[in-house]
C-alpha cells in the first residue's frame, strides 16, 4: 500500500491543521493506521492511532485533547486533526499502516509509510 500525506504548512501558535493520508493500491481498511512525527535532531514519536473500524484511538499524552485521528475508510483516508497547535508540535508528520490484528505505538512495527509533511509551527 502507498501513502500519500499531506496538509502540512506554516502555522502560528493556537492554529488549527488538518492532516490528510491517502492510501492506495491497497483498501486500508485492513490496517490500524497512525500518525508519527519527527523534529529534527529527535527520534521519530508515536503521536496517534486508529483501529481498522475506527472505535479504539490511542494518543500520547502531550497531543490528548488537541488532536484528533479519524479515518474514512471509503476514500481510504486517514486524518490527523490538529488544534491549539504549539510551538514543539514542530514536526514532520508521517502516516503509517500495520497489517497485525494489534494498533501498535512503536514505528517499527508498521509496515508502511508516506513520506511525511511538514508542519511549522511559530510562537
Known amino acids: 500500500v502507498q501513502l500519500q500525506a499531506s496538509g502540512g504548512g506554516l502555522v502560528q501558535a493556537g492554529d488549527s491543521l488538518r492532516l490528510s493520508c491517502v492510501a492506495s493500491g491497497r483498501t486500508i481498511s485492513s490496517y490500524g493506521m497512525g500518525w508519527f512525527r519527527q523534529a529534527p535532531g529527535k527520534e521519530r514519536e508515536f503521536v496517534a492511532a486508529i483501529s481498522r473500524s475506527g472505535i479504539t484511538t490511542y494518543y500520547r499524552d502531550s497531543v490528548k485533547g488537541r488532536f484528533t485521528i479519524s479515518r474514512d475508510n471509503a476514500k481510504n483516508t486517514v486524518y490527523l486533526q490538529m488544534k491549539s497547535l504549539k510551538a514543539e508540535d514542530t514536526a514532520v508528520y508521517f502516516c503509517?499502516?500495520?497489517?497485525?490484528?494489534?494498533?501498535?505505538?512503536?514505528?517499527?512495527?508498521?509496515?508502511?509509510w508516506g513520506q511525511g509533511t511538514q508542519v511549522t509551527v511559530s510562537s
Open positions: 503509517a499502516a500495520d497489517g497485525s490484528e494489534w494498533l501498535p505505538k512503536s514505528s517499527r512495527e508498521y509496515d508502511y
